[in-house]
Nanobody, 124 residues
Framework: QVQLVESGGGLVQAGGSLRLSCAASGHTFGTSAAGWFRQAPGKEREFVAVISRFGGSTFYADSVKGRFTIFRDNAKNTATLQMNSLKPEDTAVYHC?????????????????WGQGTQVTVSS
């Protein structure tokens, strides 16, 4: 079992930065890919970024590539999403997730564990 708790969301102006953290408990986090998804009001949940089990590989949605960075610290059981150059269209609830599948999963159904989410609001 893995429990995930996100933090770091808030209100920021366009062009600003936020850092989201995901704190994990459970002995399997270090063997799970960690991903970030987001869901805006009235829209489906969408993939944002994923990092492999040991942090050697990452993959990003085109909409955030070059602006967001995902990294993890398995010794501390954390996964972090650094978000720069934020845009109003980045406004959403951001969820951390863990997947026991290999590789860099981008589909929601590939993830076994989810956090409750943290709100990110970017004003224009």
């Amino acid at each position: 079992q893995v429990q995930l708790v996100e933090s770091g969301g808030g209100l920021v102006q366009a062009g600003g930065s936020l850092r989201l953290s995901c704190a994990a408990s459970g002995h399997t986090f270090g063997t799970s890919a960690a991903g970030w998804f987001r869901q805006a009001p009235g829209k489906e949940r969408e993939f944002v970024a994923v990092i492999s089990r040991f942090g050697g590989s990452t993959f990003y949605a085109d909409s955030v590539k070059g602006r967001f960075t995902i990294f993890r610290d398995n010794a501390k059981n954390t996964a972090t999403l650094q978000m720069n150059s934020l845009k109003p269209e980045d406004t959403a609830v951001y969820h951390c997730a863990a997947a026991s599948t290999l590789g860099l999963p981008t589909r929601s159904r590939d993830y076994n564990y989810w956090g409750q989410g943290t709100q990110v609001t970017v004003s224009s």
